[in-house]
């Protein structure tokens, strides 16, 4: 394992506020979130929160940095519930207590309107034995208003890219049924 050289995207009035497990080797070594694989661009673009298709490369700095290929100019947002370990095998990480603590308090401070769970391991330290790719699983911290869903990493798992998309596609709906 490996210190992460990835910065968070994080910052008041997002709309959404994806959360992985930590940065892979990869991205932290590009220093840019999802720059090893193009699965989770397609799959926001295939859902509509996204306007235009976007190479990896520097996509988080075009979606997360800026909002203007994102839907109705939507705020998005990263971190990881580990953000200081890069690691690509899920297996090694082994999230804490303390890993959480920190990430609630990011959530408070930082009031997302709604927040994607990413990773089987983030969703456990949330709400143990809640299933993978369910999508709106509801308010998780207490006196607060962000919505959770949970949405299955984008590759390298069984669940195929067209149930994720159908879960992002949820996600939009409520954003939009709910004008929050």
Known sequence: MEKSNLIPFLRKKLDILFIGLNPAKGSSENRHYFSVNQA??????DAGLITKEINKSKADERIFGDNN?????????ITDLIPYIAESNSSK??????????????????KPKTVVLLHGKVLDKFKNGE???TGKIGKLIKNCDTMFFNIAFPHGNAINSERKVERYIELREYIENNKI
């Open 40 to 45: 989770f661009w397609n799959q926001l673009f």
């Open 69 to 77: 290929l994102n839907y109705k100019n939507w705020n998005y947002g």
């Open 93 to 110: 990480i082994k999230p804490t207590d303390e890993d959480l603590a920190r990430l609630v308090q990011n959530i408070i401070l930082y």
């Open 131 to 133: 299933k993978t790719n």
